[in-house]
């Protein structure tokens, strides 16, 4: 990892170490987070730490730590067991369906299986990141604005793939993939990005670019990155 970024770790075991207690603002702030599922399985068990703007945090973690299952409470794809979840100074854990779309909209997701729709165009992967803000009859007819089509069109050139974005997106291979990912969660102009292993399907020469590319969008663009990584995606880097 690049000694400039402003790197914050937690471990799963250790994560009150990292409390902030000097009175800068901050973006996000998990309290005694809890999660347990139907069946009893304890995924989170009172997490609480705080992310300023602007911040670079990773979470590391073995498989079966809860990583996904923090990342996915945090903007409410589960719901949490007990905990808040404040961002903004707003209490995710209370905020009303409208609400939830408004925060979503500003929290770009980007995910281990890259989850592309892959029979549709790259550009239109892209332009799904812009789904929350076009009129939704617009989109339907997957009719977007000339200048959202110039938006997802500048993040794929700084990814480096503008020649693929008329291709299929399952005519990529998975680092490409990861980099469409990428321009999605650009397009929605987030305030936050939550990478759940982001790398972890990649071989460990594409894994640095891609982890290069989220260190650059938290340096250029002053977005927060919250970054799952498996224990040997560490080790790689
Ligand atoms: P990680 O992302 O670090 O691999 P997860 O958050 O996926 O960890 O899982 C944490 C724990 O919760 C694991 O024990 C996992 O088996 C369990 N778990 C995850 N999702 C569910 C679910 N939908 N139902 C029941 N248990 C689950
Ligand atoms: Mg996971």
Same mark, same amino acid.
């Given at each position: 990892m690049s000694t400039n970024t402003n790197w914050k770790q937690i471990q799963n075991s250790n994560h009150?170490? @990292? &409390?902030?207690?000097?009175g800068t603002k901050l973006m996000l702030e998990v309290k005694n987070l809890k999660k347990i599922y139907t =069946? =009893? /399985? &304890?995924?989170? $068990?009172d997490v609480s730490f705080t992310v300023e703007p602007g911040e670079f945090l990773a979470v590391i973690g073995l498989s079966g730590s809860g990583k996904s299952t923090l990342l996915r409470c945090i903007n409410r794809l589960i719901e949490p067991t007990a905990g808040q979840i404040i961002w903004n100074g707003m209490d995710i854990t209370q905020a009303s369906q409208d609400e939830m779309l408004r925060i979503r909209r500003r929290i770009g997701m980007v995910f281990q299986h890259f989850n &592309? /729709? #892959? +029979? #549709?165009k790259v550009i239109t992967n892209v332009l799904a990141g812009r789904l929350g803000y076009v009129n939704p009859f617009m989109s339907i007819a997957n009719r977007f604005p000339k200048k959202d089509i110039d938006m997802a069109l500048a993040q794929l050139d700084r990814v480096g793939i503008t020649d693929q974005a @008329?291709? +299929?997106? $399952?005519? &990529?291979s998975g680092g490409q993939q990861q980099r469409v990912g990428i321009a999605r969660a650009m397009v929605q102009e987030p305030e936050m990005i939550l990478a759940d292993e982001p790398v972890a399907s990649l071989d460990p020469v594409l894994a640095h670019s891609i982890m290069s590319y989220l260190e650059q969008i938290n340096q250029e663009d002053g977005v927060m990155v919250l970054c799952s990584l498996h224990f040997l995606d560490l080790v790689h880097r």
């Open positions: 009150q170490n @990292y &409390l902030n207690n000097n =069946g =009893g /399985v &304890l995924a989170l $068990d &592309l /729709v #892959s +029979r #549709s @008329y291709k +299929r997106a $399952d005519e &990529l």
